[in-house]
């Protein structure tokens, strides 16, 4: 059963193709953008965007696994406290209970998939990392 604010969009796409016009769409931390390609119990795959010096605030969810894969660009990923650098094509994982956050250090734009299964709407927790 779907539920969240995009319920009544995502339903609208089980008989249509699914591109970044007809999905939903939702800004998050510093300009950066997601759209939510498929959201079901099983699994949330969005893309996502996001621009020079940005990055999402450290946390970890419970149940969820999460792979990230990137489209393009270059990406700096933390992982229990160590770094990962993930190029175009190359993807990582972060498993339930893992503390991690992606990052762009770069000068440019990365694009990227975040494929999140089971899809638990309500499983994300913040962590203070300073």
């Known amino acids: ?3 969240g604010r995009w319920a009544d969009e995502l339903k609208t796409q089980r008989k249509m193709i699914i591109n970044k016009k007809n999905t939903p769409h939702y ?3 510093n300009n950066c953008g997601a ?3 498929l959201q079901s119990e099983y699994a949330i795959i969005k893309e996502e965007i996001m621009p020079p010096s940005a990055e999402e605030s450290l946390h970890y969810h419970t149940k969820m696994e999460q792979l990230f894969y990137i489209l ?3 990406a700096n990923f933390f992982i ?3 770094v990962h650098i993930v190029n175009q094509q190359e993807a990582i994982k972060a498993a339930p209970n893992q503390h991690h956050k992606i990052c762009n250090h770069s000068n440019e734009p990365i694009r990227f998939l975040v494929i999140s299964f089971p899809g638990k709407l309500d499983d994300r927790i913040e962590v203070n990392d300073k």
């Open 35 to 37: 759209w939510v390609l």
């Open 72 to 74: 393009e660009g270059q």
């Open 80 to 82: 229990d406290k160590e």
């Open 1 to 3: 059963m779907e539920t």
């Open 27 to 29: 800004t998050w931390g």
